[in-house]
């Protein structure tokens, strides 16, 4: 994470390369985490653009603790919240948007993903996001609830009863 740290000290400085270099090391963790707020890609994408853009406008005021996935990552939930809120009567997209293309290349990490995306629908937004931060970022359940402003006892609890609903969907002992 230091090197994180030093890439948004070098921002700070207008290295743009520095910006290009975090960006290809994070960008799938802020896909990802916008994805499960705003559920829709191209919103997704929007956020996501948003924050670079406030993380090269704010790395001046950032101030390295070895923690720059948990700034990032509270940015991009202001961010996705905000877009949320922006359009509380969000249509789902058109159907030819979410059906899959006939012709799609069907590989073994294209239907993993399908069956993810098909099980993460099965938990709350809150508790998506903290399956997301906890077991693909890694994060530590502290630093969950200090990024979603949640108590730490209430991250550690989502988080089991969220793995518990996960299994049983898995299972088939699901809804």
């Known amino acids: ?3 994180l740290d030093d890439q948004i000290v070098k921002i700070a400085s207008g290295d743009t390369a520095a910006l290009e270099t975090l960006y290809e ?3 799938t963790a802020v896909y990802g985490l916008a994805i499960s707020i705003v559920k829709h890609p191209q ?3 929007d956020v996501m653009q948003d924050t670079y ?3 090269y406008e ?3 005021k950032y101030r390295p ?3 720059p996935m948990a700034w990032i990552f509270t940015i991009t939930r202001h961010l996705a919240l905000d877009k949320v809120r922006a359009n509380p009567g969000r249509e789902l997209p058109l159907e030819d948007e979410w059906i899959p293309d006939p012709k799609a290349d069907f590989s073994e990490s294209t239907l993993d993903r399908m069956v993810l995306q098909t099980v993460l629908e099965e938990l709350s937004e809150d508790e998506r996001q ?4 906890r077991s693909v970022e890694q994060l530590k359940h502290r630093e969950i609830a200090q990024i979603l402003g949640i108590p730490l006892g209430t991250a550690l609890s ?3 009863r969220s793995l518990s609903k996960l299994r049983k969907k898995l299972e088939g002992k699901g809804k």
């Open 25 to 27: 090391r994070t960008k």
């Open 43 to 45: 919103d997704a994408e």
């Open 1 to 3: 994470m230091k090197d």
């Open 58 to 60: 704010g790395s001046g």
């Open 65 to 67: 603790q070895g923690k």
């Open 158 to 160: 989502k988080y089991r």
């Open 53 to 55: 853009i406030r993380i």
């Open 130 to 133: 903290i399956v997301i931060l």
